[in-house]
């Protein structure tokens, strides 16, 4: 077991069921545990929180850095101040990240910084894996918060969901972008003269007074300028549909000014539930004229700059009205 900071400790499994460590020499009062299983062992006067997680690079740990931030504060903000025990297996990766993204939080580091003063901490170091990195990093780039609007995470909860294609069924709430037209608040369209309030969908509350874009045919009302996902031009198309987007820059300002890509690339709108769910691909059509408007592939698909998008939601722009809130 090993100070971090002050009242922030960082272990393996097995320090974490000491007594004599956890109560006499550390005066541990409360443990969060990053495991796929929950203690055995536990002490009546120890408050305890489990977050079940493997140490795989697939795993989702970015969603978890919140409400450990919340969790750990709740006790080290405390009069006087109460220790903190965070654990995983081995003390080395899963424990090492969310200690990393408290630090970055509580003391707006970078995550390398984070790392280098656990590495101290730790006399053989910690090694997040590869997937636990990247997470950290896209963490830093939101400026140590989770920003649901944020093009970062929109990406990578898409990258998650589009990696259990097997599994579609269903997809979170906050992973759907709005549909300019349906009020989730009252089951009824929306007018246009309220599409510069709020619209809530599932627990993403964003402002809608923006740009609207509409189908050509119908002049439905489609998506918000909100809801564009960008790309980076400058990325090759070769290598693995997953692992080529790897570490790359997400914005591109082609789309909006329209100067190469010949596409929209879009978060999927509430509208394409009844297309996009259980299937891998296919054609995304107007849910009023039913006239085609481009296609989706959770395996990915190439815009017309050269750039492989994954998953992709893709809307031709030859199908597409451009209508600025005035």
């Known amino acids: 077991m090993y100070k971090v900071i002050d009242n922030l400790f960082i272990s393996d499994v097995g320090s974490a069921q000491n007594e004599l460590l956890l109560t006499e020499v550390n005066s541990i009062k409360a443990v969060l545990s990053i495991m796929s299983f929950n203690l055995p062992l536990k002490l009546d006067h120890i408050v305890y929180k489990h977050i079940e997680l493997m140490d795989m690079e697939s795993e989702d740990i970015l969603s978890h850095f919140e409400e450990s931030f919340t969790y750990i504060n709740s006790f080290r903000t405390k009069t006087p101040p109460e220790s903190v025990l965070i654990h995983c297996q081995a003390g080395r990766s899963r424990s090492a990240t969310i200690c990393a993204a408290y630090l970055m939080k509580s003391s707006n580091m970078t995550s390398s910084e984070a790392i280098e003063v656990l590495d101290k901490a730790v006399p053989k170091g910690v090694y997040p894996n590869e997937g636990f990195l990247e997470q950290l990093k896209m963490y830093q780039e939101m400026g140590n918060k989770i920003d649901r609007d944020s093009q970062i995470l929109k990406q990578f909860l898409l990258k998650k969901f589009a990696a259990n294609m097997d599994n579609l069924a269903k997809l979170d709430d906050n992973v759907w972008a709005p549909d300019p037209l349906y009020d989730p ?22 402002s809608v007074n923006n740009d609207v874009y509409k189908c050509k045919k119908c002049r439905r009302d489609l998506f918000f300028s909100s809801s564009l996902l960008f790309h980076n031009k400058d990325v090759g198309a070769t290598g693995d549909v997953f692992k080529r987007r790897k570490g790359t820059n997400t914005t591109c300002k082609n789309q909006s000014q329209g100067t190469i890509c010949s596409s929209y690339f879009v978060e999927p709108v509430k509208w394409m539930e009844i297309l996009i769910l259980g299937v891998l691909d296919g054609k995304l059509c107007c849910p009023k004229c039913r006239s085609k408007l481009g296609n989706f592939n959770w395996s990915g698909a190439q815009c017309s700059c050269g750039v492989w998008v994954c998953p992709s939601f893709q809307l031709h722009k030859n199908a597409i009205d451009f209508s600025p809130q005035t």
């Open 185 to 206: 608040n009252k089951g009824t369209t929306m007018s246009s003269s309220s599409l510069t309030s709020a619209v809530d969908c599932g627990d993403r509350t964003k």
